[in-house]
């Protein structure tokens, strides 16, 4: 009886503790669901070109150069003086490098048939330039950027001898940067390009007024759990499954200990529950009831069946016997199972 007593102890034990393991990965959880709430911070970015048409000596115009908004007589073009500018403002600090150049693309057609070029040729206008900074703003601005028309206008000249040219110049401001962020813990970056085309091939030119880009907006931190959560909850896991496994044990344990009269009342309770009504305290017998033992359970079973009357369980205060009785009136039906009869 000792024995059983620490076993039962011990099974106790394990139940706390599955529980508390239980309860401990539940906080965990909800403590990782809560870090993974969205922290974010706010970027407005914007870009534009803003450009000036120079022209030669020419006795057309008493300016030197001419605004946007106008056709242009292209063999009166000197060069274009481009201004570029880029920025991309965070709502906190951040660690960048940022990248940018200028590349012009000369692209030639013939009229007849413009769906594959005859000639591209790539112009590095600005060298690939690199620059490293911490703050709110990455800010790109160049000034006075010159291209000159002649350059490529001499080109298609010479194309003019054997076809019928068109050609566009596409001139492409790029920016490129990554940087991270200690406020979301994250790599952010970007990478825009702003392009400026000039039609080449035709006497009188138009060049479309470049539009400003501009945009706002959040950047969130990403729904990642750091690895002390991972640890932690296999943790926890482990020590449930170890815990649970010994308690399986126990209940093993406990079953086997169980004595055979143990084993043959708790199969009856179990296999019967249905027509069997367990009563509070002993059987205490009196002399006004007629009193027929029966053979075994099964036997007392069929008068259950045959009376259409419950069977009542009566379990001894020592524990020492089990007794099963179907009342139908004075009439007292029973058998009793005695554990020294089984142990």
């Known amino acids: 009886m000792k024995l059983r007593f620490k076993v039962k102890v011990k099974a106790i034990i394990y139940v706390i503790f599955i529980l508390a393991i239980i309860g401990c990965m539940v906080c965990t959880f909800y403590y990782g669901k809560s870090k993974l709430k969205n922290k974010s911070i706010t970027y407005s970015k914007e870009g534009s070109i803003n450009y000036v048409t120079y022209l030669k000596d020419n006795n057309h115009y008493n300016n030197q150069y001419l605004k946007d908004d106008y056709n242009y007589v292209a063999s009166l073009i000197d060069y274009f003086n481009v201004d570029f500018n880029y920025s991309?403002?965070?709502?906190?600090?951040?660690?960048?490098?940022?990248?940018?150049?200028?590349?012009?693309?000369?692209?030639?057609?013939?009229?007849?048939?413009?769906?594959?070029?005859?000639?591209?040729?790539?112009?590095?206008?600005?060298?690939?330039?690199?620059?490293?900074?911490?703050?709110?703003?990455?800010?790109?601005?160049?000034?006075?950027?010159?291209?000159?028309?002649?350059?490529?206008?001499?080109?298609?000249?010479?194309?003019?001898?054997?076809?019928?040219?068109?050609?566009?110049?596409?001139?492409?401001?790029?920016?490129?940067?990554?940087?991270?962020?200690?406020?979301?813990?994250?790599?952010?970056?970007?990478?825009?390009?702003?392009?400026?085309?000039?039609?080449?091939?035709?006497?009188?030119?138009?060049?479309?007024?470049?539009?400003?880009?501009?945009?706002?907006?959040?950047?969130?931190?990403?729904?990642?759990?750091?690895?002390?959560?991972?640890?932690?909850?296999?943790?926890?896991?482990?020590?449930?499954l170890i815990c649970i496994i010994g308690l399986i044990n126990i209940i093993i344990k406990i079953n086997k200990n169980k004595s055979k009269y143990e084993q043959k009342v708790n199969k009856i309770l179990r296999e019967f529950d249905r027509a069997i009504t367990e009563a509070k305290g002993p059987f205490i017998r009196n002399n006004k009831e007629n009193y027929i033992e029966v053979k075994d359970f099964m036997e007392l079973l069929d008068v259950h069946d045959n009376l259409n009357e419950p069977i009542i369980y009566y379990k001894s205060n020592n524990n020492t016997k089990s007794t099963f009785i179907v009342r139908n009136g004075n009439d007292i039906y029973l058998t009793v199972i005695k554990r020294n009869e089984y142990d």
């Open 88 to 240: 991309y403002v965070f709502g906190e600090n951040i660690k960048y490098d940022i990248d940018y150049e200028i590349v012009a693309n000369l692209e030639v057609y013939d009229s007849d048939n413009t769906t594959k070029p005859i000639e591209k040729k790539e112009f590095q206008i600005l060298e690939k330039t690199n620059k490293s900074g911490t703050g709110q703003v990455i800010k790109i601005d160049l000034y006075n950027q010159k291209i000159d028309y002649d350059t490529y206008n001499k080109i298609i000249q010479e194309w003019k001898k054997v076809v019928s040219p068109e050609a566009t110049l596409k001139v492409d401001f790029k920016v490129n940067w990554k940087g991270y962020s200690e406020v979301l813990h994250k790599k952010v970056s970007d990478s825009y390009t702003k392009e400026f085309s000039i039609p080449i091939s035709n006497k009188v030119i138009n060049i479309s007024k470049p539009t400003k880009d501009n945009d706002t907006g959040r950047i969130y931190a990403d729904q990642t759990l750091d690895s002390w959560f991972f640890i932690v909850i296999g943790s926890f896991g482990l020590l449930l």
